[in-house]
């Protein structure tokens, strides 16, 4: 199983960045799919997950300003993220969260920064 994010990156507070994960070596189709995150010195936590029929579910702190989405045929889960602020710096990696327990492959995660 491989699970490649990208697209993250240094942005100022309030600025945008779309965040992409590419997966392979499973059956994409059949996973609710997450978006994690961990902040130094911090717990991995999730922050949006999306089911098999692209139900989105987003925690409280992401709410109304990420989005999340998947392409099943690309096997890849997107996250879309407005109105950054500070607190939104972390590694984000994804993962498979059905019940919103991811598995035990993590990829190498992508770097977020937002500057205040």
């Known amino acids: 199983v491989q699970l490649q994010a990208s697209g993250g990156g240094l942005v100022q507070a309030g600025g945008s960045l779309r965040l992409s994960c590419a997966a392979s070596g499973l059956d994409f189709n059949i996973y609710d799919m997450g978006w994690f995150r961990q902040a130094p010195g911090k717990q991995r936590e999730l922050v949006a997950s999306i089911t098999t029929g692209g139900g989105p579910n987003y925690g409280d702190s992401v709410m109304a300003r990420f989005t999340i989405s998947r392409d099943d045929a690309k096997m890849t889960v997107y996250l879309q993220m407005d109105s950054l602020k500070f607190e939104d710096t972390a590694v984000y990696y994804c993962?498979?969260?059905?019940?919103?327990?991811?598995?035990?492959?993590w990829g190498q995660g992508t770097q977020v920064t937002v500057s205040s």
């Open positions: 993962n498979t969260a059905d019940n919103g327990v991811p598995s035990t492959y």
